[in-house]
């Protein structure tokens, strides 16, 4: 037993060290993502803008989701669970809770995903109602320098 | 050996689930926080201000500070992170690993006072070492919640 301690605290030890180089150094599925959302401009050409939802997914095999408020008053915690890597083109999301607005399942979702660069993921999700997968394109949050003076009052 | 390795992951995988829970559901000092600033209402009464600076203090002891500001098109950064270590109940150290505003302030340590003043209220305050002045900072958990309707 004394054994079995000392491993799960050495173990613990080691995946503590890691998370945080993980998640904000990270060049795998592992990150800060911003959601990007393509539409169509009037003479047909694509237009890129974030929609205001971002996903954190953790090294410990965690995630949560959450999405800008338009009253300025921050953001809304929207989901929140565990997920699978299950080979390096797919995983699975097991939704522990789901508050969004437009009715994301709350259950276990298939995932395929593509590194199209380290900063930017592709993502499809398997509608199980009409068996379909919606692509979602998402772009790293990185460290980088703040071009608005640092902290901005939201009104 | 193979009972010694099942309960080895199985303690593993308890300590993860509990993780998630104390960054979403943290009654504490872990969880998700939004800098906000205390002005006075046109009638004298105080206001919290939001400000587009987060910080998320994981159940793991590491941190990360990230700004999203609503005003420029959502533009999102990570600003600095690192590890911190609590020191009593009222008292904690930031280190920060690499901070891209200030990069004078990589691998460098903070002195923190805290107090919650409710369970979704941080008072925090840092320490100035240059002033030798504690600075004062207000911040508000971010909570799940059902958003009326998305930015967008």
Known sequence: ?155 | MKKSILTVALMVVTCMAFAQKDLVESKSLVGIWQQAIVDKSPDGQPKVINLTTYKVLNADKTFYCFSINNLNNLNSNVIHFGSYSITSDSTFTESVTKHYAFPALDNSESLMRYKLLDENMLLMQYYNSVNKQWVPEIWVRVTPRKPVTNIN
Not at chain 1, 125 to 143: A, G, K, M, Q, Y
């Open chain 1, 1 to 155: 037993m004394k054994k079995v301690i000392i491993v799960f605290i050495l173990l613990i030890g080691v995946l503590s060290v890691k998370a945080e180089n993980r998640i904000i150094e990270s060049n795998s599925l592992v990150g800060f993502w911003q959601h990007i959302r393509v539409t169509k401009n009037g003479d047909g050409t694509n237009k890129i803008a974030p929609s205001g939802i971002y996903k954190v997914i953790n090294a410990d095999s965690t995630f949560f989701s959450f999405v800008t408020l338009p009253t300025g008053s921050g953001l809304a915690l929207t989901m929140f669970g565990s997920y699978k890597v299950t080979s390096d083109s797919t995983y699975t999301e097991n939704v522990q809770t789901s508050l969004s607005a437009v009715g994301l399942p709350t259950k276990n979702n298939d995932m395929r995903y593509k590194l199209v660069d380290k900063n930017t993921l592709f993502v499809q999700f398997h509608v199980i109602s009409n068996d379909t997968w919606t692509p979602e394109i998402w772009v790293r949050v990185t460290l980088k320098e703040l071009n608005t003076g640092g902290m901005v009052a939201q009104k």
